[in-house]
């Protein structure tokens, strides 16, 4: 493997850093910075779109769950905050779909929606804890990152690795072992050139 094309950048000394974009899910930052970045105009074009599923389909059928999908989506995209940030505006486009409905007394609508909001706030923690728990992907990411981000050494003969206090290994069951990362072997363009002008040159001998 060339040197110029392995997974970090070797300085003078041969110490090589990194570095992989890895998101932190549970940095408190993590929704604003998503916010931005994210897809929020179609989390919130999904959660008008139920609103008005909600309102099409009338008072005698329930729509509840439908709701929880952008919740779910924002709790996943901008963290637990950011999530229930999206509780209130989830509630106040259930308040308008429900508008019109005739209640016996006013305050059974307020009732009602806060009971929407509980079960909305409810499947936001629920996501963040699937998402948070041991052996899922994001969390064994996020145990990953401080290896990834570490100094390791690099041998710029046979390219193997030796981190702090290590000894030399192999990169390929370094990245397997100590970053947690799931390899799959292929070929990149340049070696499929390079295999493909050698086997053309030894069949013309």
């Given at each position: 493997m060339p040197a110029d094309r392995l997974p970090w950048?070797?300085?003078?000394?041969?110490?090589?850093?990194?570095?992989?974009?890895?998101?932190?899910?549970?940095?408190?930052?993590?929704?604003?910075?998503?916010?931005?970045?994210?897809?929020?105009?179609?989390?919130?074009?999904?959660?008008?779109l139920v609103g008005l599923l909600d309102h099409w389909a009338g008072f005698e059928i329930s729509v509840l769950p439908l709701y929880f999908l952008p919740l779910a989506w924002a709790a996943a995209r901008w963290g637990l905050v950011g999530g229930l940030w999206l509780v209130l505006p989830a509630t106040l486009v259930w308040l308008l779909a429900d508008y019109g409905h005739p209640y016996e007394h006013d305050w059974y609508r307020i009732v009602n929606a806060l009971g929407r909001a509980l079960a909305f706030a409810s499947a936001v923690v629920a996501t963040r804890f699937l998402l948070e728990r041991p052996g899922h992907p994001r969390v064994a990411a996020d145990g990953g990152e401080a290896v990834m981000n570490s100094a390791v050494d690099v041998c710029t003969s046979c390219h193997s690795v030796r981190p702090a206090g290590g000894d030399w290994e192999d990169p390929v069951a370094y990245l397997r072992e100590e970053a947690a990362c799931e390899l799959h072997a292929k070929l990149c363009p340049t070696c499929a050139h390079r295999a493909w002008v050698d086997s053309r040159k030894r069949g013309g001998a």
């Amino acid at each position: 493997m060339p040197a110029d094309r392995l997974p970090w950048a070797v300085n003078a000394e041969g110490v090589a850093m990194a570095s992989l974009p890895v998101t932190r899910f549970s940095e408190t930052g993590a929704w604003s910075r998503g916010l931005i970045a994210s897809r929020w105009p179609a989390i919130f074009g999904l959660l008008i779109l139920v609103g008005l599923l909600d309102h099409w389909a009338g008072f005698e059928i329930s729509v509840l769950p439908l709701y929880f999908l952008p919740l779910a989506w924002a709790a996943a995209r901008w963290g637990l905050v950011g999530g229930l940030w999206l509780v209130l505006p989830a509630t106040l486009v259930w308040l308008l779909a429900d508008y019109g409905h005739p209640y016996e007394h006013d305050w059974y609508r307020i009732v009602n929606a806060l009971g929407r909001a509980l079960a909305f706030a409810s499947a936001v923690v629920a996501t963040r804890f699937l998402l948070e728990r041991p052996g899922h992907p994001r969390v064994a990411a996020d145990g990953g990152e401080a290896v990834m981000n570490s100094a390791v050494d690099v041998c710029t003969s046979c390219h193997s690795v030796r981190p702090a206090g290590g000894d030399w290994e192999d990169p390929v069951a370094y990245l397997r072992e100590e970053a947690a990362c799931e390899l799959h072997a292929k070929l990149c363009p340049t070696c499929a050139h390079r295999a493909w002008v050698d086997s053309r040159k030894r069949g013309g001998a």
